[in-house]
């Protein structure tokens, strides 16, 4: 993958944005009730681990949606003209917890504005940078990266393989989470997160325009499950979180979290047939940086 250097959204770097959320009760037994037993035990009065993707999200009126579900533009973001745009990765820090009901702000900041050429063609990542604030002060910092993609070949797409659907993992894994990745799982959290991205919905869209073979697993869901994972395997929230999206998975299809066996700081997520569809590594030791 080489970089190309032509920047037309150069002055967008640097761009600030500010937004205000609340981690209502309501939110938070809805966000327990989609992930059940995959979440970690936390202090009373906090919020789980994760809910942050559930705040301030982007939102339009109906009539202001592209043809994606997404907001047709958006005036945080640089109008990048390619149309499919996903989560690529990211890095959390922990600075203290999130509690219920706290009022939490919202600082964000486009870090970075990259353009490549990849084997699939044409990308472009953006990194925000996202400070979240409780009135006791910095909880979380953040570097969210996002990737836009060319639009899918016509008919590229492949109806998801129903005789993977209830298929099992060859071995069990201590420690680990094997999760059924449920339509309706998709649904609420879609609905946690204020998404309208069809991939996780609609099953014709996600096929026949942006080539998918099915429903796709949304990469924070993912992220999730790891971040909680990492919080039980440590027994404490992890300071620095990174983690990153390596295929899409599918849902319909099983997929497991666990503990990488060759190297404790890494977690992946993973399908039956030994596809990793995202890994995250925790940092001990040092502060570390968003970049």
Not at 68 to 81: S, T, V
Request: charged residues 25%; proline residues 7%; hydrophobic residues 35%.
């Amino acid at each position: 993958m080489r970089s190309m250097d032509e920047n037309p959204f150069a002055e967008w770097i640097g761009r600030k944005s500010e937004t205000e959320d609340i981690v209502t009760p309501r939110l938070v037994a809805s966000f327990r009730a989609t992930f059940g037993h995959y979440l970690a035990p936390l202090g009373e009065g906090e919020a789980p681990l994760g809910i942050h993707w559930c705040l301030s999200p982007a939102m339009a009126p109906m009539e202001a949606l592209g043809a994606d579900g997404h907001p047709a533009k958006n005036r945080d973001l640089p109008p990048i003209p390619l149309p499919r745009r996903m989560w690529a990765g990211g890095r959390v820090e922990s600075h203290g917890p999130i509690r219920v009901g706290d009022r939490v702000r919202r600082e964000s900041t486009i870090g970075s504005i990259t353009r490549k050429q990849g084997r699939s063609g044409e990308l472009w990542f953006v990194a925000m940078h996202h400070d979240y604030s409780t009135p006791r002060g910095l909880a979380i910092r953040e570097r969210h990266d996002i990737v836009y993609r060319e639009a899918a070949r016509p008919g590229g797409g492949r109806s998801v393989k129903r005789s993977d659907e209830n298929a099992g993992f060859a071995d069990m894994i201590d420690g680990s989470w094997v999760v059924e990745t449920t339509p309706t799982l998709l649904f609420r959290y879609s609905a946690l997160t204020f998404n309208g991205h069809r991939i996780h919905y609609d099953q014709d869209y996600a096929t026949r325009e942006e080539g998918y073979p099915g429903l796709v697993v949304h990469g924070p869901l993912q992220a999730t499950l790891l971040y909680n994972l990492t919080a039980v395997s440590m027994g404490r929230t992890p300071r620095h979180f990174d983690y990153r999206g390596l295929s899409p998975a599918i849902a319909g299809n099983p997929i497991r979290a666990r503990q990488s066996a060759e190297n404790s700081s890494l977690f992946i997520t993973e399908g039956v047939s030994g596809t990793i569809h995202m890994e995250a590594s925790v940092q001990e030791h040092g502060e570390g940086k968003s970049s």
